[in-house]
C-alpha cells in the first residue's frame, strides 16, 4: 500500500509543479469551466464544478444529477486546498502515509474540510497559490484526474505524463 502512496505522491507533486498559470482571471475561469463540464459529459456523468481565486467565485455549476451534497463537498475540499496549498487528494494520502487525519494533524473539523481528491489549487508560474478549481460528483480519484486531464491539455502538457495510473482495488 505505501509504495502506492508513494508512487502517486511523486505523480501528484509532479502535477502541482507543471499545472500552473501564467495568469488567471475570470475568462480564463470561465473556459476551465466550461471545460470540465465537457469533459464529464463525454463521461455521461454528473458533478459540481466551482472555480474561485480564494474569496473570489469566478465559475460554479451544477449539472443535473447533482444534489446540495456534492455543493458541500466542493465547500469542503476547497477549504483543504487553501489551507494546504496542494491537491485535496495529496493532501489525503499524505495523511493516509502518516495514518492521521486532518483532525490529528491540524485540528480541522471534517464539518469543514475534507481531504478526498477533487480540490486543485490554482498557482501562477513563479508565485503563490491563489485559488482552486473544485469538482465533486464521480469517485475522488476520478474527480481529482478530470480536473488534471483539463488542465493539462488547456497548457498544452501531455496527459499521460501527469495522469494517475488506474488503480483496480482501492479503498478511497
Known amino acids: ?6 508512487t502517486d505522491l511523486a505523480l501528484l507533486a509532479l502535477q502541482e509543479e507543471q499545472l500552473q498559470f501564467d495568469t488567471f482571471n475570470a475568462d480564463t475561469a470561465w473556459q476551465l ?12 456523468k454528473a458533478v459540481a464544478i466551482d472555480i474561485q481565486l480564494f ?16 455543493i458541500d463537498w466542493i465547500r469542503r475540499k476547497r ?6 496549498h496542494r491537491s485535496s487528494y495529496a493532501v489525503r494520502l499524505s495523511l493516509k502515509k502518516k495514518q492521521t487525519t486532518l483532525t490529528d494533524q491540524a485540528g480541522l473539523p471534517l464539518r469543514d474540510n ?20 473544485t469538482i465533486s ?5 476520478e474527480d481529482h484526474g478530470i480536473i ?6 488547456w497548457l498544452n502538457l501531455p496527459i499521460a505524463e501527469l495522469a494517475l495510473p488506474p488503480v483496480d482495488d482501492m479503498d478511497d
Not at 469551466?33 to 455521461?44: C, H, S, T, W, Y
Not at 488534471?148 to 491539455?153: G, I, K, M, N
Request: with cysteine; aromatic share 8%; charged share 20%.
Open 1 to 6: 500500500m505505501n509504495s502506492f502512496i508513494d
Open 33 to 44: 469551466g466550461m471545460r470540465l463540464k465537457e469533459a464529464v459529459e463525454v463521461r455521461g
Open 55 to 70: 474569496g473570489h467565485p469566478l465559475f460554479f455549476y451544477a449539472m443535473p444529477g447533482t444534489t446540495p451534497d456534492n
Open 79 to 84: 477549504n483543504v486546498v487553501e489551507r494546504f
Open 114 to 133: 475534507a481531504a478526498a481528491g477533487g480540490g486543485f489549487p490554482i498557482r501562477l508560474r513563479g508565485s503563490a497559490c491563489i485559488g482552486a478549481i
Open 137 to 141: 460528483g464521480v469517485p475522488m480519484r
Open 148 to 153: 488534471v486531464e483539463v488542465l493539462a491539455t
